[in-house]
């Protein structure tokens, strides 16, 4: 019913930045909140940022200051604007979106991954 497609990841030295984008599609009334989680090796996945429809952004402690998540609603997209990494910011990054596909229902959906890797 509704893909999650992100891009956006590579490699990177500590220090650099990256930019991830994820495009929804499919049928989509409306997209509540969005955010972008990530899951290092050996580790739970965890929230990075989220941000609702009309704007309102949240962080995780350990990225504020240096990632700035933002939306375009037109294109049903997400970003993920990521400064200053560091090695420990490696992870594989997920996107997440609340859609609503038809009235009355709601449903949670996830990205397939991308890989952020920050070397020292």
């Known amino acids: 019913q509704v893909q999650l497609v992100e891009s956006g990841g590579g490699s990177v030295q500590a220090g650099g930045s990256l930019r991830l984008s994820c495009a929804a599609s499919g049928r989509i009334i409306k997209i509540n909140t969005m955010g972008w989680y990530r899951q290092a090796p050996g580790k739970q996945r965890e929230l990075v940022a989220t941000i609702t429809s009309v704007g309102i952004t949240n962080y995780a402690d350990y990225v504020k200051g240096r990632f700035t998540i933002s939306r375009d609603n037109a294109k049903n997209t997400v970003y993920l604007q990521m400064n200053s990494l560091k090695p420990e910011d490696t992870a594989v990054y997920y996107c997440?979106?609340?859609?609503?596909?038809?009235?009355?229902?709601?449903?949670?959906?996830w990205g397939q991954g991308t890989q952020v890797t920050v070397s020292s």
């Open positions: 997440q979106a609340s859609v609503v596909v038809e009235v009355g229902r709601t449903g949670t959906y």
